[in-house]
């Protein structure tokens, strides 16, 4: 167990819907990461926050949002979703220096039909 | 930029053999750091172990190790004495500290198959 916790671990939906992911860090983690996996596309870096505030921006469509709370969970918003965001969406924290290693959550695979 | 390359989609080996997995990179920050995580089936990432492009020694954590070639910009992971629960995919990912933050760059993986 990682400390990562993510939900829902699963969730399926329709074309056109919005959905949102749930992230909470392990204990004393300030950097939130969500990431991507699919077939065709690998692992891919979405957005990452650090304290509350958006550090970094990765291959994330316009369709997505995300935020980090003052509690430090983060969401991560997906909207008008089509086939193709069918993934597994991962979360990790990290302490957030420079050498951190990032620690996963399990996971929310999404399945849209 | 920067880029993980796995060339190896599949390995296998047997029980209590040790295995190499390889894993190049390419970048141009001077300070990085390269990571090994393991994904079983069951789809949870699992961190194995870390180098830091500063580091003189190779980075090992019980039966992994890394076996680092800044000159080569290799990075393999080598898993000694194979157990039926390693077999899972394996990842290689880079983190540079730029512009992009600490965000991880992965490469596409390796399926490792133990037998017994």
């Known amino acids: 167990d990682s400390g990562v916790t993510q939900t829902p671990k699963h969730l399926i939906t329709a074309t056109g819907q919005r959905v949102t992911l749930r992230c909470s860090p392990r204990?004393?983690?300030?950097?939130v990461y969500w990431y991507q996996q699919s077939l065709d596309q690998g692992l891919q870096f979405l957005i990452q926050?650090?304290?509350?505030?958006?550090?970094a921006k990765g291959n994330i469509l316009e369709r997505f949002s995300a935020q980090q709370f003052p509690d430090l969970h983060s969401e991560l918003n997906l909207s008008s979703l089509e086939l193709g965001d069918s993934a597994l969406y991962f979360c990790?924290?990290?302490?957030?220096?420079?050498?951190?290693?990032?620690?996963f959550g399990p996971g929310t695979r999404l399945t849209v039909t | 930029a920067q880029k993980i390359t796995q060339t190896q989609p599949g390995m296998f080996v047997q029980e209590k053999e040790a295995v190499t997995l390889d894993c190049t990179y390419d970048?141009?920050?001077?300070?990085?750091?390269l990571f090994w995580y393991k994904q079983p089936s069951s789809g949870e990432m699992i961190f194995l172990i870390y180098?830091?492009?500063?580091?003189?020694q190779n980075a090992t954590e019980g039966r992994y190790s890394l076996n680092f070639q800044k000159a080569r910009k290799s990075a393999n992971l080598v898993i000694s004495a194979s157990q039926l629960g390693d077999s899972a995919m394996y990842f290689c990912?880079?983190?540079?500290?730029?512009?992009?933050?600490?965000?991880?760059?992965f490469g596409k993986g390796t399926t490792l198959s133990v037998s017994s």
């Open positions: 990790a924290s990290s302490v957030g220096g420079a050498a951190d290693e990032q620690y």
């Open positions: 204990s004393g983690d300030l950097s």
């Open positions: 926050y650090y304290n509350g505030e958006e550090r």
């Open positions: 970048t141009s920050d001077p300070s990085y750091g």
């Open positions: 180098q830091g492009s500063y580091d003189q």
């Open positions: 990912a880079m983190r540079g500290y730029n512009q992009a933050g600490t965000a991880l760059i």
